[in-house]
């Protein structure tokens, strides 16, 4: 049932008001898909946030990883991994053709080139525990898969650079 008010007119202009109802539903979804891609947002689909965070154990629990799944091409991120009993690290796949290593800490008694476009790098620490930073920055667009191996044990990690 119609009320009045959603009946078409002639005068004093003429109306269609099916259609404008029509368009102001759509209005609606609009403003409905505004307001979810603003949480998703604040959430850290884009970049940091909880969305975003990501945490990676190894099986055996001596290898962990923390990284962001979500960087923007030119920011900054941070990969910090936890080696327990470990001091050689070696990062394969496709971290490097996306991201460039600004820093690592601390920094490794020595690095090297697995021959496959890897990087391996060797802390030496005596320590039982070491917790490692590796500071990147993003300078590539699209999907990013790696693996992170310490002797006998693997994480892979999946990120996403938006332009």
């Given at each position: 049932m119609h009320l009045p008010e959603q009946n078409s007119r002639s005068e004093p202009i003429r109306e269609n008001m099916p259609l404008q109802i029509?368009?102001?539903q759509i209005e609606?979804?609009?403003?409905?898909?505004?307001?979810?891609?603003?949480?998703l947002a604040l959430g850290g689909l884009f970049s940091k946030g909880p969305l975003?965070?990501?945490?990676?154990?190894?099986e055996q629990g001596d290898l962990l990883l923390d990284?962001?799944?979500f960087a923007r091409n030119g920011a900054q991120s941070q990969l910090i991994v936890t080696l327990e009993e470990r001091s050689r690290l070696s990062i394969a796949g496709e971290l490097l053709d996306g991201f460039s290593i600004d820093s690592i800490q601390p920094?490794?008694?020595s690095s090297a080139s697995d021959g496959n476009g890897g990087l391996v790098l060797?802390?030496?620490?005596?320590?039982e525990r070491t917790v490692v930073s590796i500071?990147?920055?993003?300078?590539?667009?699209?999907?990013?898969?790696s693996t992170l191996h310490a002797a006998d044990q693997q994480v892979e990690l999946n990120q996403f650079i938006y332009p």
């Open positions: 029509r368009g102001w609606r979804l609009g403003w409905y898909g505004l307001l979810l891609l603003v949480g975003s965070d990501a945490q990676v154990v190894s990284y962001q799944r920094a490794p008694m060797d802390f030496r620490v005596g320590a500071r990147l920055t993003a300078n590539g667009v699209g999907s990013y898969r």
